[in-house]
């Protein structure tokens, strides 16, 4: 589903003054990771322009890190914590300036060309992001996280809370999303 | 074993639970009807959700914008920025500043060419690199800034040498 992973890459002990070969380093971090950071965002956030912000943001952050000289011990981690956080700030502006205002006006994204089975598909697409736009923003940061597969203590980590409770913090996030989703049926 | 928590259960359908821990579990779901039910439940909870969540991915992944040096090139937005007049400069201030001196230089060579008494003949002094040509009265003179300022005052008696001289 993603480009590989760059495992050798997620310990990453960099100074900027470096030579040129570390710089290409962090380009294929920026390469490997590019499409997990976009496709968290993407989901989450449901809007291409978005994401693609959101990625970049999250990998100026971590450019800054290595250009000042602090080690960054688990790459990925950082990329999710950041990126949950910057959702999680994103989310929360949007949902206060949007109060009242319908989701719906929000023009559609990428639209297909318009074939019946494409109407399908995005009818299903649309049921998907209504269900999981009416989750408490924690939630949906968590299955954003699950769906990448991250272990839970990753999980936990990336999202900040307790790796004892992402089970049950979890369990109960897929339980409202489909019952969202039985309800949107 | 007792009925696992719903956490526990979770943790089974997602194998992060130890080993041990799971075949104790899988033990219990074999004689245990509530807890198969839970656990069919969940799963197609999950299967559901993972299902929802697959369709929001998004069509394509952007292509990596990276900078010359191999770091992550800054994506130029729209930001509506009140600039200073003075920031038409900025794109190379070197060469405002250059053309600046040049200015000034020109005007201060035309000021004492005017006087005319002031040029020197010849490359005596240190002449500045620019040297520069004047057609006035009956003559092209090319002339160039005294930069042997020792012992005397430019601005009270300005001092130009005189590089070449072509007469009509």
């Not at chain 1, 003054?17 to 990771?33: N, Q």
């Not at chain 1, 693609?52 to 971590?62: I, K």
């Not at chain 1, 318009?114 to 949906?140: F, H, N, S, T, V």
């Not at chain 2, 929001?56 to 990596?64: C, K, N, R, V």
Request: charged share 30%; aromatic share 8%.
């Amino acid at each position: 589903m993603f480009v590989p992973i760059y495992e050798e890459h997620n310990t990453m002990r960099i100074k900027a003054e470096d030579s040129r070969a570390e710089c290409l380093d962090f380009a294929a971090i920026y390469k490997g990771y590019l499409p997990r950071v976009y496709s968290f965002g993407y989901r989450l956030l449901g809007n291409s322009e978005q994401a693609r912000d959101l990625a970049q943001e999250v990998f100026q952050r971590l450019y800054r890190q290595w250009r000042d000289g602090r080690a960054v011990q688990d790459v990925q981690g950082y990329l999710y914590r950041a990126a949950a956080n910057l959702c999680t700030d994103w989310l929360r502006k949007e949902q206060r300036f949007r109060k009242g205002v319908l989701r719906s006006f929000v023009p559609a994204e990428d639209p297909a060309d318009g074939a019946a089975e494409d109407m399908i598909k995005e009818e299903k697409i649309a049921r998907a992001r209504q269900a999981i736009d009416a989750l408490p923003l924690r939630d949906r940061v968590l299955l954003g996280l699950y769906q990448d597969g991250l272990s839970y203590k990753e999980i936990a980590r990336s999202a900040g809370v307790r790796s004892s409770s992402v089970g049950t913090l979890l369990a109960r996030a897929i339980k409202k999303l489909a019952k969202r989703v039985h309800q949107g049926e | 074993m007792r009925c696992p928590r719903r956490k526990t259960l979770q943790a089974f359908l997602d194998g992060e639970l130890p080993e041990k821990t799971a075949k104790e579990l899988e033990d219990h779901l074999a004689e245990c009807r509530t807890c198969q039910d839970a656990a069919a439940r969940m799963r197609s909870d999950k299967d559901l959700a993972r299902e929802t969540l697959r369709r929001l991915d998004p069509a394509g992944i952007p292509m990596p914008v990276l900078g010359h040096d191999g770091t992550p090139a800054t994506r130029a937005r729209p930001v509506h920025v009140r600039r200073p007049w003075a920031a038409a400069f900025l794109p190379s201030p070197a060469a405002a500043l250059l053309m600046a001196v040049l200015f000034l230089a020109g005007l201060f060579l035309g000021i004492s060419l005017r006087g005319g008494a002031s040029a020197v003949r010849g490359t005596e002094g240190t002449t500045s690199p620019v040297a520069f040509y004047f057609a006035g009265g009956n003559a092209v003179r090319a002339v160039s800034l005294d930069l042997d300022l020792n012992g005397y005052r430019p601005l009270e008696q300005p001092r130009v040498i005189l590089i070449a001289e072509e007469r009509k």
